[in-house]
């Protein structure tokens, strides 16, 4: 069956950073745009980045400049470099897998804490 697994998460001071890891199984990874998405209590859940199959990348505004998502065909893994940790940046990160316009996700990760104090 088809799984998408997050690591890489954790507690983390303002400032600092994590580099978030999804290592996918039982899809055909590199035909898929892989998406960085988040949600906060409350909140929608919504995108950070994605990257298609041939390298092309689209991030969220606020998010640009701090963050790089990256991949790994070869090893079915899309990462997510955050930097400058800010107090508004915590939340579940999940990762997803589906086509790179629109907004259709065919599979979700189950999410991984990030949590952002001093």
């Known amino acids: 069956q088809v799984q998408l697994v997050e690591s890489g998460g954790g507690l983390v001071q303002p400032g600092g950073s994590l580099r978030l890891s999804c290592a996918a199984s039982?899809?055909?990874?590199?035909?898929?745009?892989m998406g960085w998405y988040r949600q906060a209590p409350g909140k929608q859940r919504e995108l950070v980045a994605k990257i298609s199959s041939g390298g092309s990348t689209n991030y969220a505004d606020s998010k640009k400049g701090h963050f790089t998502i990256s991949r790994d065909n070869a090893k079915n893994t899309v990462y997510l470099q955050m930097n400058s940790l800010k107090p508004e940046d915590p939340a579940v990160y999940y990762c997803?897998?589906?086509?790179?316009?629109?907004?259709?996700?065919?599979?979700w990760g189950q999410g991984t804490q990030v949590t952002v104090s001093s």
């Open positions: 997803g897998a589906g086509p790179w316009a629109g907004t259709r996700i065919d599979y």
């Open positions: 039982g899809i055909i990874f590199d035909i898929y745009t």
